[in-house]
């Protein structure tokens, strides 16, 4: 009887250092509960800011192109990195307060071990499904008045790239139309501003540093009513981009604009 206690101690002992050893070997940098983000902000691996324009509709088929390709950068993220997500409404609405942050926990990369399965599940439940879960709500719109663009651009790159390390990568997506309509500039009425603007006291209201980060545009293309771009768009904000020295530049153009929504 003394024997088998014996056994049964060093047995439970040996499965204690196992799961310890599980344990340190996926926690191998502690994490916050409600963001998953590493405690050290040292430890993210890049930050990811989205700005989601809420001011008018997209299509459905706009609305699967873009879930498509939001589901794509979260699969194929790296563990710590961090997505911060806001929303671009009308300007007496606008909340600096990101509609939520959260990191990659880690996805394992082999199959039917512990520490893998306790991996996957954190992946699945915790990060990924909660994610896009929340980013589809974002695409459900009530069309509004005007559209700040430019404003929200500043505030999230003031508020959120301060966050990490400046060693730390930095990517800005914007999916929008990219049809700014506010006191500072609009593009409606089939006009876009020339080199003036750039020399303006308007345009320096809104600039910011944009060195270091990449910008994503997912362009929402509309081709009919006063939601059209006009002429020479994608270069007006080009040009906004670069002057204030953005280390990318990349317009992705979102599918599905035939397929028509209410214009303003």
Not at 204 to 214: A, G
């Amino acid at each position: 009887m003394h024997l088998k206690n014996i056994i049964a101690f060093c047995v439970l002992f040996l499965i204690g250092v196992s799961i310890l050893y599980i344990s340190c070997l996926y926690f191998d940098t502690p994490i916050q509960s409600k963001t998953l983000c590493p405690s050290e902000n040292d430890k993210i691996k890049r930050i990811n800011v989205i700005l989601v324009d809420r001011t008018e509709d997209f299509t459905e088929i706009q609305k699967l192109d873009i879930q498509k390709r939001f589901s794509m950068i979260i699969d194929n993220s790296s563990k710590g990195e961090l997505f911060i997500i806001h929303e671009i409404t009308q300007r007496d609405l606008l909340v600096i307060e990101p509609e939520f942050e959260i990191c990659n926990p880690g996805r394992p990369k082999q199959l039917f071990t512990v520490e893998n399965v306790v991996s996957r599940k954190k992946f699945d439940e915790q990060f990924r499904d909660k994610t896009v879960q929340k980013f589809d709500t974002l695409l459900e719109i009530e069309e509004q008045d005007d559209s700040p663009i430019m404003e929200m651009i500043q505030a999230v790159v003031i508020g959120d790239f301060n966050k990490v390390p400046e060693t730390v990568p930095r990517r800005l997506i914007i999916i929008s139309d990219m049809m700014q309509h506010s006191s500072i500039v609009t593009h409606y009425g089939n006009k876009i501003s020339g080199q003036a603007f750039f020399q303006s006291k308007m345009f320096k209201s809104v600039s910011t540093p944009l060195e270091n980060i990449d910008i994503e545009i997912w362009y929402v293309q509309r081709f009919s009513g006063s939601s059209a771009q006009p002429k020479g768009h994608k270069q007006f904000w080009n040009h906004y981009f670069t002057s204030m020295h953005a280390r990318s530049v990349v317009f992705n153009p979102i599918s599905g604009a035939g397929w028509g929504v209410a214009s303003k």
